[in-house]
C-alpha cells in the first residue's frame, strides 16, 4: 500500500515536467589564429656621403660673332705694329692700394710706365701670331721729336698754312720770344700749342709740356707717325679700346653647375628621395637639398681692340673677349650629405599603437572561442524544465548558441583581418631630413674672405691668378687676327 502511495507523486512530477535532451557531440570551434605581432618596422635608409670634387680650369670659348677678320693679312713680307693703348693702364698689376687710389681718369695713348704688364701680354701674343712689334718707347720718342719740330719748323705740318693771319702773328711773335730767350722754351712752345689748338680742324698732336704730356693722345696722330719716314713706322696699329680686370672692392661670382658634375647628378639620381634646388650663392650654408648650383667668388678680365691699316686708315680686324676665374684656377670642394629620417619616431609609436590593437584583438578572439565553446558544453547536458517552460529554454538555448557563434566569428574576422594586414595603421613611409654642405678649397674662396687684409703669400697668389687672366685673354683674342 506504502509502494503505491509513494508512486503516485512520481507519476505527477514525470507528467508535469520535460527535458531538453544535450548536444551529443561538441560540434565543430575554429581553433582561432596565432598572435603574430610586428617585431620592428621597416628600417629607413640613412647615409652620409662625402664626395670630394676637383674641376680643371675651364676654357672660356670665343664665339665667332665676338671677332671679325676683313681678310687675312700676309706676313711676307714682315709686318711692323704699333700698340696703342689707352692711358690709365697700370704699371703693374697688384692690389697694394685699394682701387679708389689707383684710379686714373686721364684719357689717351700712354702708360704710366715704360714696363706694363698689360702691354708686355700683348706684345708677346702679337710676336707670336708673327708680327714685328715696335716698341713703344722709341715710338713715344720719335712723337716726342715731331711735336718739338713742329713748334720750331713753320713748314713741318701742313695745317699751319691753314691757321688765321692772327694765329700766324702770334706764333711768329713767340718764336721771337723764345729765340730772343726773353720766353723759356717750355712757356714758348706751351703758348704756341694752345694757339695751335685754337683751329677745330687741325690733326695737330696736342701734347704737354715736359711735365706732363701726352704724345699720343689722337690715334690720327698715332697714324701719322707711324707713316712719318724713320725708324719707327709701322704697318698696322693695334688700338686697344679697353683691357683692364675687376677691382677687388667689385668681386664677381661664377656660376658652378653642380647638376652637371657627374659623381653628384648619379648620387642624386640614385636616390628618389633627394632632389635638386636652385642656385645659392651663400656656400656657408647647410641646405635640405642638393644645389643646382653654387656662385664662387671670382674676376673677370675683358679685352676690347681694333687692327687698323697704316696706309688706308682700314679697320682690318676688330674683337672682343672676356675670360672669367674659372679659366685661371682649379676649383676643388667637398659636398658632405646627411640623410636621415624625419618621422622615425613618430614610426615607432605607430607600431606599438598597432602592435597594442593586435593584442586587444587576440584576447577578444580568445574570449569570444571560450564563450562558444562554453556555451556548447553548457547545453550537452540534459536539462528538464517544467513543461511550460520547455519552449523558452529551446529559444534561449539556440539563441545563446547563435550569439556566442556570432561573436566568435565576428572576433576571428578582425583578428585575422587585422593579422593579415601587418601595416594595419602603419604606414613605414618615411619622411626625411638632409643635410647638404659645400666646403669650398679654392683659393678664390679665401681670397674673397680676406680682400685687402692679405699677407704677402695672399697678395702673390692674387696677382699670379690676375696675371694668367690677363694673359689669357689677351692669347685668345690676339690669335684670331687671320694671318699667312
Not at 62 to 68: A, G, H, S
Not at 335 to 346: G, V
Not at 390 to 411: G, H, M, P
Not at 422 to 445: A, F, M, R
Request: charge should be positive; include cysteine; glycine fraction near 4%.
Amino acid at each position: 500500500m506504502k509502494k503505491i502511495l509513494i508512486l503516485l507523486p512520481l507519476l505527477c512530477i514525470n507528467a508535469c515536467s520535460s527535458t531538453l535532451p544535450g548536444i551529443k557531440t561538441m560540434p565543430d570551434v575554429h581553433p582561432g589564429h596565432e598572435l603574430i605581432q610586428l617585431s620592428d618596422i621597416r628600417k629607413p635608409i640613412t647615409y652620409s656621403k662625402n664626395i670630394f670634387i676637383n674641376i680643371p680650369q675651364s676654357i672660356t670659348e670665343l664665339d665667332d660673332d665676338k671677332f671679325f677678320n676683313k681678310g687675312t693679312i700676309r706676313l711676307n713680307p714682315s709686318k711692323t705694329i704699333i700698340i696703342s693703348v689707352p692711358r690709365g693702364e697700370k704699371a703693374a698689376l697688384n692690389i697694394e692700394k685699394e682701387p679708389q687710389q689707383q684710379k686714373d681718369h686721364s684719357i689717351g695713348y700712354g702708360s704710366l710706365g715704360y714696363f706694363n704688364k698689360r702691354e708686355t701680354f700683348i706684345e708677346d701674343s702679337l710676336l707670336r701670331q708673327g708680327f714685328d712689334v715696335v716698341d713703344r718707347s722709341r715710338f713715344e720718342a720719335k712723337l716726342r721729336d715731331m711735336r718739338d719740330r713742329a713748334t720750331n719748323d713753320k713748314n713741318w705740318w701742313s695745317y699751319r698754312d691753314r691757321l688765321s693771319e692772327a694765329q700766324t702773328k702770334k706764333i711768329s711773335f713767340l718764336e721771337n720770344e723764345r729765340d730772343s730767350n726773353r720766353l723759356s722754351k717750355d712757356e714758348a712752345n706751351r703758348q704756341i700749342m694752345l694757339v695751335l689748338g685754337e683751329n677745330k680742324d687741325q690733326s695737330s698732336v696736342t701734347g704737354k709740356t715736359k711735365e706732363g704730356r701726352r704724345e699720343m693722345s689722337d690715334i690720327s696722330e698715332v697714324i701719322r707717325a707711324a707713316k712719318a719716314d724713320g725708324d719707327a713706322k709701322a704697318d698696322y696699329v693695334l688700338l686697344v679700346n679697353y683691357l683692364d680686370i675687376v677691382e677687388p672692392s667689385q668681386v664677381n661670382d661664377n656660376i658652378l653647375t653642380l647638376y652637371t658634375i657627374p659623381e653628384i647628378k648619379n648620387l642624386v639620381n640614385s636616390d628618389k628621395d633627394l632632389s635638386w634646388g636652385s642656385i645659392e650663392k651663400d656656400a656657408t650654408k647647410t641646405f635640405n637639398r642638393v644645389p643646382r648650383g653654387i656662385t664662387i667668388p671670382g674676376y673677370f678680365a675683358k679685352l676690347s681692340a681694333k687692327l687698323i691699316e697704316v696706309s688706308s686708315g682700314k679697320i682690318v680686324w676688330l674683337g672682343e673677349h672676356t675670360v672669367n676665374s674659372l679659366s685661371a684656377t682649379d676649383v676643388q670642394f667637398e659636398l658632405a650629405i646627411n640623410k636621415s629620417p624625419a618621422n622615425y619616431h613618430q614610426q615607432k609609436r605607430l607600431l606599438e599603437i598597432h602592435n597594442n590593437k593586435l593584442n586587444i584583438a587576440y584576447s577578444e578572439m580568445i574570449n569570444a572561442k571560450q564563450n562558444l565553446v562554453d556555451t556548447y558544453t553548457k547545453y550537452m547536458q540534459p536539462i528538464t524544465v517544467k513543461s511550460d517552460q520547455i519552449e523558452f529554454l529551446k529559444r534561449r538555448k539556440t539563441s545563446e548558441i547563435n550569439q556566442a557563434k556570432f561573436d566568435y566569428d565576428r572576433s576571428l574576422n578582425e583578428y585575422k583581418k587585422m593579422s593579415e594586414n601587418q601595416s594595419h595603421g602603419l604606414t613605414e613611409v618615411y619622411d626625411y631630413d638632409y643635410k647638404v654642405n659645400i666646403s669650398l678649397s679654392s683659393d678664390l674662396n679665401y681670397l674673397k674672405q680676406k680682400m685687402y687684409q692679405l699677407d704677402k703669400s695672399g697678395k702673390e697668389i692674387l696677382n699670379r691668378h690676375i696675371e694668367y687672366l690677363m694673359t689669357k685673354v689677351v692669347q685668345k683674342l690676339i690669335k684670331t687676327i687671320k694671318v699667312k
